[in-house]
């Protein structure tokens, strides 16, 4: 992923107000290791239900501002996350949703999914798993985790974008 700048940040917000993109609080932009990522993904630290993400989507920066839900799946339940398709905990894994982009949102619309609660998912893929003989090379299913990431990323970013 290409650095973002906090100012690229926040004019990418599509589906959040001017003054919702200027109270934000920004993860520590120096400690990201950006060639690692197919998105920034954090939890806001002042308003614990809101998240972020935002990825370059045909040169340019798109972000959306997401909401956790406020109830919890039960412990002792397992959880696959929608973006990168890793099974956790439930406690590891939060419903999400987006308002819409444009007078959609405004009016209330919104898209919800299953995503990991740190919204780790670009280092979760990247964990390799062990070497084994009958299995295909760890690099090769770390790579096609990675594009899977992109795939179910953009479906959701299609789905913020779209007019409801």
Do not use: K
Not at 58 to 86: F, H, K, W, Y
Not at 100 to 107: L, M, P, V
Not at 127 to 148: F, Y
Request: proline letters at 7%.
């Amino acid at each position: 992923m290409q650095p973002l700048t906090e100012t690229e940040i926040r004019s990418s917000l599509v589906n959040a107000s001017a003054g919702e993109a200027a109270r934000m609080t920004l993860p520590g932009l120096h400690e990201v290791i950006w060639d690692e990522r197919e998105y920034l993904g954090w939890r806001d630290s002042r308003f614990p239900q809101r998240a972020y993400i935002v990825l370059w989507r045909e040169g340019r920066p798109v972000g959306m501002m997401l909401r956790a839900a406020d109830n919890r799946m039960r412990p002792g339940m397992t959880a696959i996350c929608s973006i990168c398709q890793t099974p956790r905990p439930a406690g590891q894994v939060s419903m999400f949703s987006a308002p819409r982009a444009g007078e959609s949102g405004r009016d209330g619309n919104t898209i919800g999914t299953y995503i990991c609660t740190d919204l780790s998912c670009s280092l979760t893929v990247r964990i390799a798993p062990p070497a084994h003989d009958m299995q295909p090379d760890p690099a090769e299913v770390v790579e096609r985790r990675i594009a899977t990431l992109r795939t179910r990323l953009a479906a959701f970013t299609d789905n913020v974008l779209a007019a409801g």
